[in-house]
């Protein structure tokens, strides 16, 4: 659910983007009449969403044909999004019309804790690409050694590329700025160059998005080939291509599914859909530690927590608040989130109970 959920966030965001360019891709096109749409109303079609799906189909063809292929549009489009990243903090904190002033002022918006939280989420959906390397983890050389320095050392990276292109915002822009654009880079950039500058950047972070997008269907495609190959999902998901050696049937159903979504919600309505479902997720696995250390002390671990018990309680502590806030904060998409998971509760019985037959 997180991943396909994800694959559609992203892809409503590259809509929003180029509308910005071109305005004309939010023509509508028509209604359905059901209350499956955003804020539980009427679902309406726009131009853009079906392009946002054929951006997805494209992605979908070019790692169906090989994981080189895919890896390769992904270090290319990754290196290039870098490169543009670098230059907006470059710009920006170097810039003589900038002032670090900004740094002591606030915007003033007085949500308090609630604020706090709500921001969090957008906040945490931006760094939700970091379990990405776990799904591909049976296609990496020396996992046990490689992929714990993948998640340390890759999101480190990004916390500081976050941590550097903020300053370079507030440099250039003041907190009440920020809070009232939703295009801060192609805001900052106005202030400085005027309007075909914020144009360029639009496009950077299109680009930026299709870096992301086509990562979630490379690693996402993993997951459920590997629960068909288990036995816990339907065994056609399970069939890899003869020719290509990749898990085509599984793409393909992962690309549909997130089509589908990519109708039924807006940018902030769908990652806050996928960053409750994943955080549940999250939660779960980080509480897993405790119950794996008392029930399978003899079990293999190359990588130890750091910390333990209190990081791993903290973590989940800190997840069941942001839980709850959300709940309360985006009650629709909540539940949305929580009514997918459930759905998936008696289809693992069913395929477990099913294995089990098989097997004898």
């Not at 292929?69 to 543009?84: I, S």
Request: hydrophobic residues 50%; positive net charge.
């Amino acid at each position: 659910m997180a991943k396909r959920g994800s694959i559609a966030t992203l892809c409503t965001g590259f809509f929003f983007f180029l509308f910005v360019l071109y305005p004309e891709v939010k023509q509508f096109l028509g209604t359905i009449p059901y209350p499956i749409g955003p804020g539980g109303n009427p679902l309406e079609i726009h131009v853009g969403q079906l392009i946002s799906i054929g951006v997805i189909a494209v992605l979908c063809a070019i790692n169906y044909v090989g994981v080189e292929a895919g890896g390769k549009f992904q270090v290319m489009v990754t290196g290039l999004k870098m490169v543009l990243l670098a230059g907006v903090v470059v710009i920006g904190v170097f810039s003589t019309s900038g002032s670090y002033a900004h740094f002591r002022e606030s915007a003033g918006t007085g949500n308090g804790f609630s604020g706090f939280i709500a921001a969090l989420v957008g906040a945490l959906w931006a760094y939700d690409g970091w379990n990405n390397v776990s799904m591909v983890s049976s296609e990496i050389r020396e996992p046990q050694r490689n992929l714990p320095r993948a998640l340390i050392f890759g999101t480190a990276a990004v916390m500081l590329t976050y941590l550097l292109i903020n300053v370079a915002y507030f440099h250039v822009l003041s907190p009440l700025q920020v809070a009232h654009t939703d295009q801060v880079a192609a805001t900052m950039m106005a202030t400085l160059f005027g309007s075909a500058a914020a144009r360029a950047i639009t496009v950077a972070v299109m680009i930026s998005i299709l870096a992301a997008l086509n990562g979630s269907i490379l690693s996402g495609a993993r997951v459920p080939y590997a629960m068909a190959r288990d036995g816990y999902f339907f065994a056609p998901v399970a069939t890899v291509h003869p020719i290509y050696r990749t898990p085509g049937v599984s793409m393909i159903v992962l690309c549909a599914w997130s089509c589908v979504l990519i109708l039924s919600g807006w940018y902030e309505q769908l990652y806050n859909f996928v960053i409750f479902g994943s955080w549940i997720l999250y939660a779960m696995t980080a509480a897993s530690v405790f119950v794996l250390r008392r029930k399978r002390p003899d079990m293999v671990r190359p990588y130890r927590v750091f910390g333990y018990p209190v990081v791993p309680a903290l973590f989940v502590l800190v997840a069941a608040v942001l839980l709850v806030s959300t709940l309360e904060h985006s009650p629709r998409e909540s539940i949305m989130g929580l009514a997918f998971m459930a759905l998936g509760i008696p289809i693992y019985f069913h395929f477990r109970r099913r294995r089990q037959v098989l097997r004898g």
